[in-house]
């Protein structure tokens, strides 16, 4: 399958915005079952095994920024070895990792309210979504997940996408957003990538290639306030 639609101003904002929100959405429901919502910094040992990490995420890691970022922080000094060993389902834990680190529930709330408002004005609001991102968090382990191009096919395609999603607007604090949707679309650039920054795009290249192969009827169950999240990863450009 080629899938390949080019979203305007508008459908990129809003689409941004849902991919984040409806992943979020879902950790926050899950973690509080178990779990307040508030709750003080955790801590975890450097000594700390994969799996007791894990567990830690699955109890206390998605729904609030601080202890998400604890996570990554640890996962981060684990090898790529460790990382890609993971289960298909570890590994899409640490990927849903990445919104909760960096984007608050507040911010997104805000943002899904003005997203739907009738004369929504696409750039501020992508403005906004830069703007609210917390560029601290440690992306390691989510990274090496991304490289590992041969088991992308075995996760969820919306976590790929939100996990892709971070790591733009995490390039975004050193890149213009607009350039990043440029080379999304496959275009030119106005600001040349580094070759660290160009090697981190990669990575959501490398995403976007498999989502791009995955079947309608997949990609169908991804759709978001009547836009498929798969398109944010086409960019910004003319129509084609």
Do not use: H, W, Y
């Amino acid at each position: 399958m080629n899938r390949r639609i080019f979203l305007n101003g508008s459908a990129a904002a809003i689409a941004l915005t849902a991919a984040v929100f409806s992943v979020s959405c879902r950790q926050m429901f899950t973690t509080s079952l178990a779990a307040p919502l508030a709750r003080d910094s955790i801590t975890i040992s450097s000594s700390a095994s994969t799996s007791d990490i894990l567990e830690i995420a699955e109890t206390q890691g998605l729904s609030d920024a601080s202890s998400a970022q604890a996570v990554l922080s640890a996962l981060g000094g684990k090898t790529e070895t460790e990382i890609t060993a993971l289960s298909a389902e570890d590994r899409e834990t640490v990927l849903n990792l990445a919104s909760a680190a960096t984007i608050s529930m507040e911010t997104l709330t805000n943002l899904a309210s003005a997203a739907t408002a009738d004369e929504a004005d696409p750039d501020a609001l992508i403005e906004d979504f830069f703007a609210g991102f917390d560029s601290s968090a440690d992306l390691r382990a989510v990274e090496t997940i991304l490289a590992d191009t041969e088991n992308l096919s075995n996760l969820a395609p919306d976590a790929l996408i939100t996990a892709s999603a971070v790591v733009v607007a995490d390039l975004a604090s050193e890149v213009p957003a607009a350039d990043l949707m440029t080379l999304l679309s496959g275009g030119t650039p106005e600001t040349e990538l580094t070759e660290a920054q160009q090697a981190r795009f990669d990575l959501v290249l490398g995403v976007k290639t498999n989502i791009e192969s995955r079947s309608d009827e997949e990609l169908s169950s991804i759709e978001v306030g009547g836009f498929n999240l798969a398109d944010l990863l086409a960019g910004s450009g003319g129509d084609e």
